[in-house]
C-alpha cells in the first residue's frame, strides 16, 4: 500500500494506492501506448516502428506518412482512447450513485438522448456549426437523464433497479422517434446520421480530438475530488447522510457530471454501446481498489476497449471497416447478460 498525503484548504487529505492496482494501471498505460503504436503501423500504407517514430517526431520516410499518420491514423486513434474514456467514468459514476452494476449510459437511454438531439440538428437543421452538437447533446441527455430520475423516485422502494428499468423503456421510445427522423427526413442527411449513430471514429479530427482532452480535463479531476462522497453514496442514502454527505444535492451533481462526459463522447463520435457497462467491471476485476482509484482504472479500461474495438473494425476485415460502436455491442451483449444472470443468483441465495 502506497501513502500520500496532498492539501487543501480544508487541511491536508491522506490518500493510499494499493500496489496491485498500480502495478494494474501501469501495465494499461503499456497496453494503451502499445495500441496506439500499432494502430499508427496498421492500414492499407504500412508504416514500420522505426517509419511511425520518424514520424511523430517530424522526420517522415515519405510525405504519404505525414499524411497518414497526423491527419488521419493519430486523431482518429486519440479520439476513440478519449471517447472510452469519457464513456468509462460516466459508467462507473452512474453505477455508484445508483448502487447498481447494470447501469451504463448507453443502457438507460442517457446516449440515446444524446443521439437524438444531435441526430435532430443533422437533419432538420443541416447548415448548423458541429461546435454546437456537444451543447445539444448534453441538453438531450441531461433532459432523459432528469426524466429518468423522476419517474424512478416517484414510488419509495426498488428506486435502483426501476431507475434501469425505467432508462431501457425510454431509451426504447427514444430509438423509435430517432428511427422516425431517419426514415422521414432526406437521404443525405440520414445517410450521414446514421454512419455517426453507428459509433464509428473514422471521420475524427483534431477538432474532435480536442473537445474530447478538455472535457476529460476538466471533468475527470472533478470526479476524483468527489470520490469520498461518492464512496459514501455507495453505501446507502442512510449511511451517506450518517457521514455528512448531502445526498440529494450530492446524487444530482454527480449525474450531471456523468451524463456531461457521455455527451461529450457521444456528441464527438456517436454512440458507443455497453462501454460504460463493461469497463468498470473490468476495472474492479483486475485490482480492488478505492473510488478515486476504481475511477482512474476504468477511465484507462475504457479507453483501451474502445481504442482496441476501432483497431479491430478497421483491420480485420479490410478494406471493409466496421464501426468502433458495433464491436462494442458486440463485446458489451454477453457482458451484459452475464451480469443480469449473477445478480438474479445473488438474489436466490
Request: proline share 5%.
Amino acid at each position: 500500500m502506497t501513502t500520500g498525503t496532498f492539501k487543501r484548504l480544508e487541511g491536508p487529505v491522506t490518500f493510499q494506492l494499493p500496489r496491485r492496482a498500480l502495478g494494474v494501471l501501469g501495465l494499461l498505460v503499456c497496453a494503451i501506448v502499445l495500441l496506439v503504436v500499432v494502430s499508427l503501423m496498421a492500414g492499407s500504407y504500412p508504416l514500420d516502428v522505426p517509419g511511425v517514430l520518424s514520424t511523430l517526431l517530424g522526420n517522415p520516410p515519405t510525405e504519404i506518412a505525414t499524411t497518414v499518420v497526423w491527419e488521419f491514423r493519430f486523431p482518429r486513434t486519440l479520439a476513440a482512447l478519449l471517447a472510452g474514456a469519457l464513456l468509462a467514468l460516466s459508467g462507473a459514476t452512474l453505477q455508484n450513485v445508483t448502487r447498481n452494476p447494470l447501469a451504463d449510459p448507453s443502457l438507460v437511454g442517457v446516449s440515446q438522448g444524446a443521439g437524438l438531439a444531435v441526430v435532430a440538428a443533422m437533419i432538420l437543421f443541416p447548415g448548423l456549426a458541429q461546435m454546437w452538437r456537444p451543447i445539444l447533446a448534453f441538453g438531450g441527455a441531461l433532459a432523459v437523464a432528469a426524466l429518468i430520475q423522476w419517474i424512478a423516485m416517484q414510488r419509495s422502494g426498488g428506486a435502483t433497479m426501476r431507475f434501469i428499468l425505467t432508462g431501457i423503456g425510454v431509451a426504447a421510445f427514444i430509438s423509435a422517434a430517432t428511427s422516425a427522423l431517419l426514415t422521414y427526413g432526406q437521404i443525405e442527411r440520414a445517410m450521414s446520421a446514421l454512419s455517426w449513430l453507428a459509433g464509428s471514429v473514422h471521420a475524427a479530427g483534431w477538432s474532435d480530438v480536442s473537445i474530447l482532452s478538455l472535457t476529460l480535463l476538466v471533468l475527470a479531476p472533478l470526479l476524483v475530488a468527489a470520490s469520498r462522497p461518492m464512496a459514501a453514496m455507495r453505501m446507502g442514502p442512510d449511511v451517506a447522510i450518517g457521514l455528512g454527505v448531502r445526498v440529494g444535492p450530492t446524487r444530482i451533481a454527480l449525474i450531471t457530471l456523468s451524463v456531461a462526459l457521455a455527451a461529450a463522447a457521444v456528441a464527438m463520435v456517436g454512440p458507443l454501446g455497453f462501454v460504460g457497462l463493461v469497463a468498470p467491471h473490468l476495472a474492479s476485476r483486475m485490482a480492488r481498489s478505492g473510488v478515486g482509484v476504481h475511477l482512474i482504472l476504468s477511465a484507462a479500461c475504457g479507453a483501451l476497449l474502445v481504442g482496441a474495438a476501432d483497431l479491430a473494425g478497421r483491420t480485420l476485415f479490410a478494406p471493409v471497416q466496421i464501426a468502433a460502436g458495433l464491436v462494442t455491442s458486440v463485446i458489451g451483449v454477453p457482458v451484459f447478460v452475464w451480469l443480469i444472470l449473477r445478480a438474479r443468483g445473488s438474489a436466490r441465495l
